[in-house]
């Protein structure tokens, strides 16, 4: 059964940086799509960045040049490196894995596990 942990969330002043990582402990995810989502009070789940099982990676407009998706399969975990981060990237942050995704785009297609979620408020 696969499970995926996030970790690394935290308050963070506008301007800072921050590093949200998702594990899958004994849990291969070299052959999966892995995406991360964010969802902000009272807005719906969006996709801000995927990574397929070759690299290929994927960014929302607003995530295009702050954000960073790497992957280590040695370590079964996915990483997003969030930089100049804003008021408006307030949001728990989930991350997901699935087979068929990150296709495309950075929508939800294709993801069959997901993560519980790590807050991550940006103060002004």
């Known amino acids: 059964q696969l499970r995926l942990v996030e970790s690394g969330g935290g308050l963070v002043q506008s301007g800072e940086s921050l590093r949200l990582s998702c594990e899958a402990p004994?849990?291969?995810?070299?052959?999966?799509?892995l995406g991360w989502f964010r969802q902000a009070p009272g807005k719906e789940r969006e996709g801000v960045s995927c990574i397929t099982s070759g690299g290929t990676t994927k960014y929302v407009d607003s995530a295009k040049g702050r954000f960073a998706i790497s992957r280590d399969n040695d370590k079964d975990t996915v990483y997003l490196q969030m930089n100049a981060l804003k008021p408006e990237d307030t949001a728990v942050y989930f991350c997901?894995?699935?087979?068929?995704?990150?296709?495309?785009?950075?929508?939800?297609?294709?993801?069959?596990?997901w993560g519980q979620g790590t807050q991550v408020p940006v103060s002004s």
């Open positions: 004994g849990y291969g995810l070299d052959f999966l799509g």
């Open positions: 997901a894995a699935g087979i068929a995704a990150c296709e495309n785009s950075v929508s939800a297609t294709g993801y069959n596990h």
